[in-house]
């Protein structure tokens, strides 16, 4: 029986924002697990694999350079098994994924999808979004003014054009939710389901977290919770995800975002079997067909 090789490529620290070390981790673990599973998995960086290194059929990938998800979908369309998938990942970037979750009827804020050199106050105050996020449209987010939260549409018009001056062409805008923001992740196939409470933890990225502060405990639907994030993994296109969601006081959920293989940095011992035993269902899938 021919041996699995895996191309595993890292993710430039660039996308990994105050994540550098916990997306290491999770991609290291994994790759140790299917090499006890009897595969051979070779590390490659995102530079390595934009300057053509990778030649493996079975590419993993934490991949989020612009150039890197175009190659991606090139070695996906040449036949390549691909995970997360190019096209999954893009589908992850803001305004995308705004659009697809929106129009697959997943619980997802009140948004608008804007140019960033356009006037917005208007817009605001007739959907009656007074308090609201703004957050680049074109791509994954790098840098902590790329998520913005504003309290009224005169600060939401000056944080547009700061975002026109930076050369980003396109925002969304979402209405902000109240509740308790809960982080969770997923892998697609599998039985693996991790959520939490991000505050409690001292998990943050940009410290956006405290604007909704500290969980009340609001009772929910833990398998409503599961099934929406199932289906947005399942629409988006990625196996390997994770995201955010608010719990209303009605019990409510809404997923606020929603992103291409995360961190699992409080369950990541947990989690990486689970990716293991995912990838290695998708390879026996690709083997057979």
Known sequence: MAETVIAGIMRAGAYSPNHIGNDAAIFNIVAEQLRKRGCIVNIYTEEEFNSGAVNEKIILNMCREQRSIALLQEKEKAGALVINSGFGIENCTRERMTRILLGSGIPYPESLMVNTNEGIKEALVKAGMTRCWIKRGDFHAMHKEDVSYVRHPEEAQEVLQEYFLR???????????????????GVAGTPFFFWFYPFEAGHSKYGHEAINGKARGLEFDKDYLRQICDKAAEVLDVKIYGGDCIVGADGSIQIIDFNDWPSFAPCRNEAAPYIAKCVMAAIKNFNNQ
């Open 167 to 185: 050369g980003i062409k396109r925002a969304v805008i979402n209405r902000h939710l109240e509740g308790d923001l809960i982080k969770f992740y």
